[in-house]
């Protein structure tokens, strides 16, 4: 929601800067189908820059902190070549349709009781009895033990006499618990994991305990029975295949990895299934790791494993399943240095085997950011320098113009959801223009148009927006003004459904940020760093939040509880900037200021605005520094009254559109948009009064040109017969009739230079 007009230099530091906050929501309800795409920012050249042009002038919306989580990977939030290890895991063995005999027994006497103090009061071979003779639950409560029991059960000498009897036990493991190797890899595994978090307490492991488990792991995954594929091995074998990652022998094990994904076929469930599983996790801990991207270097098969494993077992992929996460893990590959040129024509293979969209869609779009993000300048390689383009027409498929000044393109929106976009956005234009009293467009900004892209979910916003409009996507929208003064400039908004909402319809920030587009467009001349010369974050964020709340006749509880508190003087609130402030006192504290100011002080504000809109930046500043600490009592009253519930009357909703196919036809209580007339022609009006009337107000806004407003209670109004007229330089003119008589009567518009985009109203 912050101010989504920001040029090239400053968009990296404003990713930093993502509030965490509730922000506004757009208006309406429902979902829908699809459309046609507009020209992507990237060229996909082999330029050596990821295929990527440079950055437009961008800004981020931050997520809403309801946005549900999605088990489905998203580009750059799968990346995991750092070398960095991540701690050991809990237990979380997989549950299968029914124990053996011997886990059935243990865990029945458990029910007498498990005295987990037990195994660090005993130690070498009495230890190793006490593991074996224990149940896998009492063993498993190992993992939450701390203090004197965790040194005196994990120290070093414990750890190692259990290692060598698994390595003993594992000479003669038959594929089931029998020996009790369950227990004591459950035993090593928790051991692991306590020493993680408590390595102070329990004391280091050295290489003593390196040989030990190294001499277990090589015996136990060396049995001939632990290839079986039943569910009493599986349920064990998944449990050393996480044994490797815990010990950090992942590089010795290389092989458990190439030979589980080579074997695996569709008929292995329950332990089975989770040992193919837990391979990701030797895979995804390891690489980065010196000794481990060695060890893959040296056996290129086992890259060649992970892609056959995708190929053969595409059937399962739906976007959040195994074969995706593993063709991901692969795309991984090209991170490294020393794995890149195996890694290439695998990954050049499977990104082109699979569709863009759809269930694939996660695997291809996270296999294509690995190449253009960490393969840079091989687009052609890879057969991918034209992904935007490929993708507009399978991503956006729903496209519809609003009218001139609009065009929304869509992933999923119905034609009643479309309708209400555009009435919501087309009817916001009228408050604007009302509440802003400009004058036009500020001078030399040529975004007479905005693109409005909405994606059917963050989800979806976040697998495809990076690619087709070359932007960071970890937040919750896009406003990218790109070079307002510049010719062919495309203002764009890159957003998406609120799916957390669903069934209503809401596309997240819509109002708000177009707020922001309106503001750029006639309130602030230049690009957003012209603005930001000067603290201007109160009015920037603060009127697109009014703007937002007041157009939506939505009660702002958040800001009103804000007002309560008193926490900041309005003095303090003009010295806002992005640098010094958080989401409360940029959104709710600037919405209280804005509001102020509209309501208590419109002269100020229309003395502010009038040199923002020429750029005069530092005279801006002056009228609010001017101000001092004047209004700061006056203030505090205000937000006492508005925390107690009476924040003052804001302008009102935005009049709907005038319903008579006549445009010159107009009615109670309506508006026309985009009026226009050339130098020396009239733009005519009527209404058909009812008897009674007590006063009729005509207002026109907006627009550019200039338009006078001529008044006739009897005939054609012109320059030479009217009976009232305002003729203010620009296009803010008003007419208050009072008692008007019933029946037609009429006003006009006089082009006294030539205007268009101008908003005609009429109330009574």
Not at 104 to 131: E, P, Q, R, W
């Amino acid at each position: 929601m912050r101010h989504l007009r920001i040029s090239t230099a400053r968009l990296g530091r404003l990713f930093a800067l993502a509030f965490a906050l509730v922000l506004t929501i757009g208006l309406f309800a429902p979902q829908g189908s699809a459309f046609a795409s507009a020209a992507p920012t990237g060229t996909g050249a082999d330029t050596g820059t990821g295929g990527t042009s440079a950055t437009p002038a961008a800004h981020p919306v931050p997520k809403s902190p309801d946005e549900p989580a999605d088990s489905r990977p998203t580009p750059g939030e799968v990346s995991t070549g750092t070398g960095a290890r991540t701690a050991p895991q809990r237990a979380a063995r997989s549950t299968s349709p029914a124990k053996s005999a011997k886990e059935l027994g243990s865990l029945a006497a458990d029910a007498n009781g498990c005295d987990t103090a037990l195994f660090g009061s005993t130690s070498g071979d009495a230890l190793v009895k006490a593991v074996k003779s224990a149940s896998l639950d009492c063993v498993g409560k190992l993992y939450g033990i701390t203090g004197t029991d965790a040194k005196n059960t994990f120290r070093e000498p414990q750890m190692v006499a259990v290692a060598d009897a698994l390595r003993t036990a594992s000479a003669t493991y038959d594929g089931t618990d029998s020996t009790s190797v369950a227990q004591l890899v459950t035993f090593l595994r928790a051991g692991y994991y306590v020493q993680w978090y408590n390595a102070d307490t329990v004391g280091a492991y050295g290489s003593t305990l390196q040989n030990a488990i190294r001499g277990a792991l090589d015996a136990f995954h060396a049995a001939p029975h632990a290839k079986d594929v039943t569910e009493a091995n599986g349920q064990i074998l998944s449990e050393a295949v996480v044994l490797i990652d815990s010990a950090q022998e992942n590089a010795r094990y290389t092989g458990v990895v190439r030979d589980l994904l080579n074997r695996y076929t569709p008929a292995w469930t329950g332990g089975m299934w989770s040992a193919v599983g837990n391979t990701r996790l030797i895979l995804e801990n390891g690489l980065g790791d010196d000794a481990f991207n060695a060890a893959l270097a040296a056996d290129p098969t086992v890259a060649d494993s992970l892609a056959s494993f995708v190929k053969r077992n595409s059937s399962m992929i739906t976007g959040g399943d195994l074969a995706t996460n593993l063709g991901i893990d692969l795309g991984s590959f090209l991170e490294q240095p020393v794995l890149r040129a195996q890694a290439r024509p695998l990954v050049k293979d499977l990104v082109n085997a699979f569709p863009l969209v759809g269930a694939t869609g996660p695997l291809t779009m996270n296999l294509a950011w690995f190449t253009e993000k960490k393969d840079e300048g091989h687009c052609s390689y890879y057969g991918l320098c034209d992904l935007p383009t490929r993708l507009a027409p399978l991503v956006l498929t729903v496209d519809r113009v609003c009218g001139p000044t609009l065009h929304v393109r869509a992933q999923a929106l119905s034609s009643d959801e479309l309708d209400a976009t555009c009435s919501s956005l087309a009817n916001e234009d009228a408050l604007f223009h009302s509440v802003a009293k400009d004058g036009g467009p500020v001078a030399d900004d040529v975004n007479t148009a905005l693109e409005v892209v909405v994606y059917d979910s963050s989800y979806d916003y976040r697998l495809y927006a990076w690619s087709m409009f070359d932007i960071d996507v970890d937040n919750g929208g896009m406003y990218l003004e790109g070079t307002p003064s510049e010719a062919g400039n495309q203002a764009r908004f890159i957003a998406h459904e609120a799916e957390w909402l669903r069934p209503a319809f809401s596309i997240w920030n819509l109002n708000h940020e177009y707020a922001h587009y309106l503001d750029g467009r006639f309130d602030f001349y230049g690009d957003y760093d012209a603005g930001q010369t000067v603290p201007n974050i109160w009015w920037i964020e603060g009127f697109a939040e009014y703007m937002s709340y007041t157009y939506r006749d939505e009660r702002y509880d958040d800001a009103i509880a804000q007002a309560a508190k008193g926490t900041y003087k309005l003095s303090t609130l003009f010295d806002t900037t992005y640098e010094n402030t958080d989401s409360t006192r940029t959104y709710n504290w600037g919405y209280l200021a804005v509001r102020y100011m509209l309501q208590s002080h419109p002269q100020d504000v229309s003395a502010y605005l009038a040199r923002t809109r020429t750029g005069d930046y530092t005279g801006a500043r002056a009228v609010v520094t001017g101000i001092g600490t004047s209004y700061d009592a006056d203030f505090a009253e205000y937000l006492t009254a508005c925390g107690a519930g009476d924040c003052g009357t804001p302008q009102p909703a935005a009049t709907p559109l005038c319903a008579n196919p006549d445009t010159r036809w107009y009615e109670q209580d309506c508006r026309r948009d985009g009026v226009a007339a050339t130098t020396g022609n009239y733009s005519y009006g009527f209404l058909n009064l009812p008897a009674g009337v007590k006063q009729l107000t005509i207002t026109t806004s907006g627009g550019t040109g200039d338009a006078d407003l001529y008044w006739n209670p009897s005939a054609w109004a012109t320059t030479g017969s009217s009976t009232a007229k305002s003729t203010n330089t620009g296009n803010g003119e008003t007419l208050t009739i009072t008692d008007p008589p019933a029946g037609w009567v009429y006003f006009s518009l006089y082009a006294r230079d030539g205007f268009s985009g101008v908003t005609v109203t009429t109330r009574y």
